[in-house]
């Protein structure tokens, strides 16, 4: 697998006012300006107007591990990937478990099985929780408050182009968006660029997929980043896509592009 190390220098303050006239504007700093490498992923951390750290870690492909105010949150957990595999028993158990949708690369029954404990939650779509026989079952539009300061909306994801649609079907996946202390994250899961990401409002963090023909094209993914217009993008689960063009094809939005190790 071809491996992609590239670091952006450059430091970064956002600022992204809330939609409500009255409501206290959000200001959100970057404590990273390089890689930090911990137990051998690249994080990136964000600190939150209200002073909680929010951390990332860039795992394998779709899966990442995110760690906001010393709660765990596993996204996509998938241990055994051709690519690099993933040791989910040297971490600690999570509080939140998403999973977007069942194929194998984000759907994990062993993974989900070490990284889960007692009060351990697993968020996820109707088909997963099926295949497991539990789960709390989220569908488009779907959203949730699970704690005071962390949110989840559950979105669309799906294939559009002809010849293509079979491997995500309209309404059978989701994406989510987490806000956490009011940092809006936004992980896609497996879509392309989508009709409703023009209701995606003040999204700070967007990780978006760019492997074709499951996802999008690196032109598809410049396309669904101007319609966003996320603070900072994370392109992931690209395969053999080569995504290092990407920040060039942004380099005039204003949008911090960032492309972590994810294959």
């Given at each position: ?7 952006l220098?450059a430091?970064l303050?956002l600022?992204?006012?809330c939609?409500?006239a009255?409501q206290?504007?959000?200001?959100v700093t970057?404590d990273k300006?390089?890689?930090?490498v911990t137990?051998s992923?690249e994080?990136?951390?964000f600190?939150?107007?209200n ?10 492909h779709?899966?990442?591990r995110i760690?906001y ?6 996204i996509?957990?998938?241990g055994q ?6 040791d989910?028993?040297?971490m ?6 998403f ?9 994990d029954?062993?993974?989900?099985a ?9 968020i996820t779509n109707?088909r997963?929780?099926?295949m497991?026989?539990?789960?709390e079952?989220?569908?488009?539009g779907?959203s ?8 989840v ?6 294939n559009t182009?002809?010849g ?5 079907p309209k309404g ?17 899961g497996?879509t392309?660029?989508?009709p ?5 409002k003040?999204?700070?963090i967007?990780f978006?997929?760019?492997?074709q023909p499951?996802?999008?094209?690196p ?12 603070k900072v993008?994370?392109p992931?689960?690209?395969g053999?896509t080569?995504v290092?063009?990407l920040p060039a ?10 492309i972590?190790h994810?294959e």
């Open positions: 697998m071809k491996k992609i190390f590239l670091c220098m430091t303050g600022h992204t006012a939609g409500q009255g206290k504007e959000k200001t970057d300006q390089d890689v930090a137990d992923y994080t990136d951390t600190t939150t107007a002073g909680h750290t929010v951390t990332f870690h860039a795992l394998v779709a899966s990442m760690v105010d010393g709660k765990e949150i596993q996509d957990p998938a990937l051709e690519q690099r595999p993933i989910y028993t040297a600690p158990k999570a509080d939140y478990i999973v977007t949708h069942e194929h194998f690369d984000h759907f029954k062993e993974a989900i070490t990284l889960t404990a007692e009060g351990t939650r697993l109707r997963c929780a099926d497991l026989g539990y789960g079952v989220m569908a488009n779907d949730m408050a699970l704690a005071n300061d962390i949110l909306d559950a979105v669309p994801a799906y182009t002809e293509h649609t079979q491997f995500h059978r996946d989701n994406g989510f968006v987490l806000t956490l202390d009011g940092l809006r994250v936004y992980i896609a497996d392309e660029d989508i409703e990401m023009t209701a995606l003040d999204i700070d967007a978006l997929p760019c492997n499951y996802t999008m094209t032109e598809q993914l410049t396309k669904a980043a101007r319609v966003i217009r996320s993008l994370f992931y689960h690209y053999q080569d290092t063009k094809l942004l380099k005039d939005d204003g949008i911090d592009v960032r972590r994810y």
